[in-house]
């Protein structure tokens, strides 16, 4: 079985976030157990598995997301480097149209190399963090918001170099009710080269830090938008590789554009 590597929200390799990419035969679905150890022997943020729609289906294919401990319901990096190596191999033109957990949701391959994503919206609730949050982040968070079903929250913080200089305490991350933990702030300059940036913490998901979110900014572009009072808007995650993520909030919907470099092309013999 043929597996790719891909730097997702990347125009070069070793930046963005990296996702294994497994193309599958059309027909029934792997055991989920086969599909979890692949992404545990990946040992990515995420690992993609597609496999062809069924003729006469409303969508192209049917695609699944793994990370090393469990399957999640919704991933744009690993949506975005699926689509990339569809586009390399031939395989589609045009949008793609990806049936998943989280409804169908589409990618446009454009001339340039991008891809454009248009996933739902997150709705954004307000809450009170939970008591030990600050402590674990090490940062006073400004205002903390439910995500509803990214099973996240995004947590508001003073500055961009607050967010940038964050060092949390993992072990008290994974003793929180929540599943991940969004970081956000605006740019120092937001209308500069990106209006602001992120940080994206799950180590309850087996992901300590993920290096660039796409699903995160399905909250963060809303959020930013309502703020800024601007549609389009470009997000700067500051992980160690580092990611931007061109956002463009309409209605409901929220479209993501990033590049992606396909880094390494192998055989699974398992």
């Known amino acids: 079985m043929r597996i790719r590597i891909v730097d ?52 192209d294919w049917d695609l699944r997301w793994f990370t090393p401990t469990q399957e999640i319901r919704m991933c744009g990096h690993a949506t975005l480097a699926t689509a990339y190596v569809l586009a390399a191999d031939n395989l589609a033109t045009g949008t793609v149209r990806f049936d998943t957990l989280s409804g169908i949701l589409s990618a446009r391959l454009r001339g340039d190399g991008a891809v454009v994503l248009d996933f739902p919206a997150s709705p954004l609730t307000a809450i009170e963090p939970e008591p030990g949050l600050p402590a674990a982040l090490g940062a006073q968070p400004l205002g903390a918001y439910d995500t509803d079903a990214l099973d996240d929250i995004v947590v508001e913080l003073a500055s961009e170099n607050v967010v940038r200089t964050l060092a949390p305490d993992m072990t008290a991350l994974m003793k929180l009710k929540t599943k991940g ?36 900014h399905t909250a963060l572009a809303p959020f930013w938008t309502a703020r800024l009072g601007r549609t389009a808007l470009t997000g ?29 092309d192998g055989q699974l013999h398992a």
């Open 181 to 216: 933990v969004i970081v956000t702030s605006l740019a120092d300059d937001p209308n500069g080269a990106y209006a602001f940036v992120s940080r994206c913490f799950g180590p309850q998901l087996g992901i300590p830090e993920d290096p660039v979110t796409g699903s995160a």
């Open 236 to 264: 700067l995650q500051v992980s160690a590789r580092t990611g931007l993520v061109g956002t463009e909030t309409t209605g409901n919907r929220v479209l993501l554009t990033g590049k992606a470099v396909i880094v390494l």
């Open 8 to 59: 997702a929200f990347a125009d070069r390799p070793f930046t963005g976030n990296p996702a294994a990419v497994c193309l599958l035969p059309a027909g029934p679905w792997p055991v989920d157990g086969w599909m979890q150890s692949v992404a545990a022997e990946m040992n990515l943020s995420e690992t993609a598995f597609a496999r062809p729609a069924l003729p006469g289906a409303a969508h």
